[in-house]
């Protein structure tokens, strides 16, 4: 069997996320490594320029603990086969996963989000874990479908919005 390009080089990738320039994949099936996304955040922490991906399917973990990202920063329609770990990370724009699915966990314990953070109709096959964030702004998590939502000691300084919304285990709040 042969093997499929990528639908993407690693160094156009980069370039499109340097310039802020939006990041659609929606026509390829083929995934992408999420180390390609980490290593480019980590190097250029902190980051100053929005990120607008769509379509994408990332390969692996996607550590993006402790970045602090300074403009926008959207999924759409995007896979993460791999655990996103947002861990005390710092967003201070709008921000968002929309239409996502996350194969394994969101982990996103003490993330600090200066306005609004959606997760609208994504789903999660396993824990999203919001423990001890703090969302500024309105937090959105309308048409979500979630094994486990966990909340616990989050600050949501706007609205919680859920419905409709299905939690495979009662939402830990």
């Known amino acids: 069997m042969p093997v499929m390009p990528l639908p993407i080089t690693q160094a156009d990738f980069e370039a499109s996320l340097r310039a802020g320039k939006p990041v659609d994949l929606r026509q390829y099936a083929q995934p992408i490594p999420a ?3 980490q290593k480019w955040c980590v190097e250029n922490n902190p980051v100053a320029v929005a990120i607008n ?3 994408a399917v990332f390969d692996g973990d996607c550590r993006l603990s402790y970045l602090e990202f300074k ?3 959207f999924f759409t329609e995007c896979e ?3 655990t996103v770990y947002l861990e005390f990370a710092t967003l201070r724009q709008n921000s968002g996963f929309h239409f996502c699915t996350f194969r394994k966990e969101l982990l996103a314990r003490h993330l600090t989000t200066d306005s609004d953070l959606g997760l ?3 789903q999660a096959d396993n824990t999203v874990q919001l423990d001890a964030a ?3 702004g ?3 998590a309308r048409g979500g479908k979630f094994q486990t939502l966990s909340l616990v000691r989050a600050k949501i300084g706007g609205s919680v919005l859920f ?3 299905d939690c495979r285990s009662r939402p830990d709040l």
């Open 80 to 82: 993460f086969r791999g």
């Open 163 to 165: 419905t409709p919304f």
């Open 53 to 55: 991906i769509a379509g």
């Open 35 to 37: 180390a390609w996304l």
């Open 120 to 122: 609208c109709l994504s």
């Open 138 to 140: 309105d937090f959105d």
């Open 134 to 136: 703090e969302v500024k």
């Open 71 to 73: 403009q926008t920063v």
